[in-house]
């Protein structure tokens, strides 16, 4: 056998490391990294009626801190409601039992997070537990829809009478 | 007298076109042969490749810092800054990888295998290699192309993931993203297919035309130093223009 010339140690090297960061790209940029955990963490479950555009990975917040992240999201066969599986970091393991969970809108039109409002119990939720009070995402179309479809037919058929939900357009003479 | 002149002008552009094809062809031919060199194929990997890694990843690096900055920028107008990981991954991995990279291997490497074939072929080597019963396509022409084509791809990853590192860098680091945002978002909305493994066979073309025109413009060119500088620099030119091209063409089908 040969000796091995001095520039295969060099190809080889970057050969492995061209591979190594295709598979970097493959497996942290894209939607196969949401199924990866990291170490010091504790889970929670939370079931939510909507979750809106909650997507893995984004914040859990307690008064607006940053306390964990969503590590999955699944829905429910039998319920059809969404599971929600929260990571939250080991050093926040008093959160009380009787928190509840709840879906907000960072600003108007920003990327949606979950916000942990602390309850008053003396335990404490522990890995596993399912938190049992949760509030879904507010879904602004939704809220358009109603107010389109409850205050369209009253102003149409109330002229003469001033419609409470429009006071600037009916004080008009 | 000027139109018989410009027409042939034309006719000689067209007619180099023809013989970079044919030389293509040729060299397609002459890879099954050219796999008994493999150790020259490997010793030009190593050229092509690992000597080019220090300028990709430093590209790449402050390639994707500076995209993070601009689009942090023109997205904090929409108030879409959540956003930033997604947009800088996609124009990474779609255009900015395999364009960037292809350019910056044309200019060190596609030069540098200009220069050497030339200067081959200006001192008599390729001639004499014929002499000697070895295929000089088989011995130096198809190894440069086949490893250009090996090179080409990984070196585009390396440039993006160094570009990902260098977005994180100002976007989380820097500017404050939140680091959950920046991931969370790009990994819900980046494909492996649709965006990654399409940069790759952007790249593996482009690996191709690089170092298609390299190895045919050193082997095509007049055996005069003046010659070689000559077509040392239509390297350059050709292969991004063409680059370019063909990058537009390849969006245009795969989006």
Not at chain 1, 16 to 23: C, E, W
Not at chain 1, 66 to 88: C, F, H, K, N, W
Not at chain 2, 16 to 41: I, M, N, Q, Y
Not at chain 2, 103 to 121: F, K, N, W, Y
Request: aromatic residues 8%; charged residues 10%; hydrophobic residues 50%.
């Amino acid at each position: 056998m040969n000796p091995r010339p001095s520039y295969a140690i060099g190809t080889g090297l970057f050969i492995l490391l061209g591979f190594a960061a295709l598979a970097y790209l493959a497996t942290q940029t894209t939607s196969v990294a949401n199924g990866i955990a990291s170490g010091n963490t504790y889970t929670l479950k939370a079931r939510f009626q909507n979750i809106g555009q909650l997507k893995a990975r984004a914040p859990v917040k307690i008064a607006g801190v940053r306390i964990g992240d969503v590590q999955s999201i699944a829905l429910e066969p039998q319920r059809m409601d969404a599971l929600v599986t929260l990571s939250i970091d080991k050093q926040y393991n008093d959160i009380p039992d009787d928190s509840s969970a709840a879906i907000f809108t960072s600003g108007l039109l920003g990327d949606q997070y979950v916000g942990i409002e602390p309850g008053g119990s003396p335990t404490f939720l522990k890995n596993g537990d399912e938190m049992v009070l949760t509030q879904s995402a507010m879904s602004i179309e939704n809220l358009i829809g109603k107010f389109l479809v409850n205050g369209g037919p009253k102003s149409s058929s109330s002229d003469s009478a001033p419609a409470s939900s429009a006071p600037p357009a009916s004080g008009h003479p | 007298m000027n139109a018989n002149l410009r027409r042939n002008w034309l006719l000689q552009g067209i007619a180099s076109v023809g013989d970079c094809g044919l030389f293509f062809v040729a060299v397609l031919g002459a890879l099954p042969k050219s796999l008994r060199h493999w150790r020259e194929t490997c010793r030009q990997v190593w050229f092509v490749g690992a000597m080019s890694l220090v300028i990709v990843m430093t590209c790449g690096l402050f390639v994707g810092m500076v995209l993070a900055l601009q689009l942090y920028y023109t997205l904090s107008i929409f108030g879409g800054t959540a956003a930033l990981g997604t947009v800088v991954a996609l124009s990474l991995f779609r255009e900015l990888g395999p364009v960037v990279t292809a350019l910056l291997v044309a200019g060190r490497a596609g030069t540098a295998v200009t220069a050497e074939i030339g200067l081959m072929r200006a001192t008599d080597q390729i001639d004499a290699m014929g002499m000697m019963a070895v295929d000089p396509l088989a011995y130096v022409a198809s190894p440069r192309f086949l490893a250009g084509v090996i090179a080409m791809p990984l070196l585009a990853c390396v440039f993006n993931a160094m570009g990902i590192f260098g977005g994180h860098l100002v976007g989380v680091t820097w500017l404050g993203l939140d680091n959950g945002t920046f991931w969370g978002n790009m990994t819900s909305t980046v494909s492996l297919h649709r965006d990654i493994l399409d940069g790759l066979y952007k790249s593996i073309v482009f690996g191709g035309i690089v170092s298609l025109i390299a190895v045919f413009q050193g082997y095509t060119a007049p055996p005069t130093s003046e010659g070689v500088a000559y077509s040392t620099t239509r390297t350059v030119v050709f292969s991004s223009i063409v680059i370019l091209a063909f990058d537009f063409v390849m969006t245009a089908f795969m989006t």
